[in-house]
């Protein structure tokens, strides 16, 4: 996928938190349902635990996620919010032990009650040989002025687990920070690098030039959907400089003027000649007659 073209023997689909449409996001159990569902890689969030271990977590806090509320009531942060105090509270400012004691799935149903927020190395130890991997580093100027380098922590687990060329599970890293695909080219450069881009970022990309630089530090585009339905070029742009393109996010519940979201990922990958999406249905990938 985001390794050279003529590598890539068909369209890829990236489970998306993994199969996060059915099963509580960044769990063991949306992991291994996105396996079961054909997925070609599984898509990993990764956030820094207070004694410096990789978690997969989407947000920067856990409230949204986990019952953190209840278990720690009083270890929040208050934050101001459209003018208003708002509680908070950090993933940062956990240790595992404590992460480990939360419920990260009866927010989504009840019956994954119970579900922990794993480890990186839990998840490398489920998906490998089963799958790839796509790990993203969110929030990574967060971590930086705390004095933590989440790139460390990922060269080194990538490194440590053998993990930096194994064709039956490739790695694949994204970010949106700029900074940290550079940093990862030099410590991983066997690695491929997918530059994360966001809608209001369209003018990064609005050039085949500015996208042929991108090309100097990263191996793949990965744009807001709506960038490629609006500028549909920017995918023989982003060929034709020998990166892939990699659009986000694919979902059932909002497919937009689509009937169904295997119809609208049908339309990127086909029509727009797509090599790989973000969807967090694996099970309505429209793969290949190949």
């Known amino acids: 996928m985001s390794v050279a073209r003529a590598q890539a023997p068909r369209k890829q689909l990236v489970a998306h938190r993994g199969a996060s449409a059915y099963a509580p996001e960044h769990t063991l159990p949306a992991y291994a349902l996105a396996i079961e569902q054909g997925a070609d890689f599984v898509e990993q969030d990764l956030a820094v635990s207070k004694d410096g271990v990789l978690v997969c977590i989407h947000d920067l806090t856990l409230e949204r996620t986990t019952d953190v509320e209840t278990v720690f009531p009083d270890r929040f942060v208050s934050v101001v919010l459209d003018g208003k105090p708002v509680r908070r509270w950090l993933v940062a400012d956990f240790t595992l032990a404590e992460l480990k004691r939360l419920d990260a799935g009866s927010w989504f149903d009840t019956k994954f009650a119970g579900a922990r927020i794993p480890t990186f190395q839990e998840a490398i130890d489920l998906v490998r040989g089963k799958a790839g991997m796509y790990p993203e580093l969110k929030d990574p100027a967060f971590y930086r002025e705390r004095g933590v380098s989440p790139e460390t922590l990922l060269s080194d687990a990538l490194k ?21 695909l550079k940093a990862l080219a030099g410590v991983l450069p066997r690695v491929p690098r997918v530059w994360l881009i966001e809608a209001k970022w369209a003018d990064q990309v609005d050039s085949a030039e500015k996208v042929k630089a991108i090309a100097a530090w990263a191996t ?63 099970d309505q990938f429209p793969r290949d007659k190949k």
Do not use: C
């Not at 064709?167 to 940290?180: E, G, L, V």
């Open 160 to 180: 440590k687990n053998n993990l930096e060329a194994d064709p039956k599970t490739p790695i694949i890293i994204q970010s949106f920070d700029q900074a940290t």
């Open 220 to 282: 793949g585009l990965g744009p807001n959907k709506q960038i490629v339905a609006s500028r549909p070029e920017v995918v023989q742009w982003a060929h034709a400089a020998g990166l892939t393109v990699t659009p986000w996010t694919f979902r059932s519940s909002n497919t937009g003027t689509f009937a169904s979201v295997r119809d609208e990922m049908a339309k990127f990958l086909n029509e727009y000649d797509v090599d790989a999406l973000f969807t967090d249905n694996p």
